[in-house]
């Protein structure tokens, strides 16, 4: 079981650059596929990147495939969702997640989840 908090949310304006950072607490990630979902205001969660922490392997949803970059760091034990370019439809809350095993559809499966950090883009 692990245990992930996120990080790094804040207002900002439309075009600037924001790094999200979610730390696992407890566990071991080497076993784990970790993902970044968001949830904008009255719609329904959306996966956004995926990674596998053995071979960083990554998945993206199309909508983020240019602008978002998902990685990982060993010695921090974090997931990084790097968003470039942001829009005001990027507002939401944006939310870590974890599997073990792994499933074959990498956007779903999740079962380990964060409290989740705000994002609010302005235009």
């Known amino acids: 079981q692990v245990q992930l908090v996120e990080s790094g949310g804040v207002p900002l304006r439309a075009g600037a650059s924001l790094r999200l950072s979610c730390v696992v607490l407890?566990?071991?990630?080497?076993?784990?596929?970790f993902a970044w979902f968001r949830q904008p205001p009255g719609k329904e969660r959306v996966f956004l990147a995926s990674?596998?922490?053995?071979?960083?392997?990554?998945h993206y949803a199309d909508s983020v495939k240019n602008r978002f970059i998902i990685s990982r760091e060993g010695a921090t034990n974090t997931i990084y969702l790097r968003m470039n370019n942001l829009k005001p439809d990027d507002t939401a809350v944006y939310t870590c997640?974890?599997?073990?095993?792994?499933?074959?559809?990498?956007?779903?499966?999740?079962?380990?989840w964060g409290q989740g950090t705000q994002v609010t883009v302005s235009s």
């Open positions: 407890s566990g071991t990630p080497s076993t784990y596929r």
């Open positions: 997640a974890a599997q073990e095993p792994y499933s074959s559809d990498p956007t779903t499966g999740y079962t380990y």
């Open positions: 990674i596998t922490w053995i071979g960083a392997t990554t």
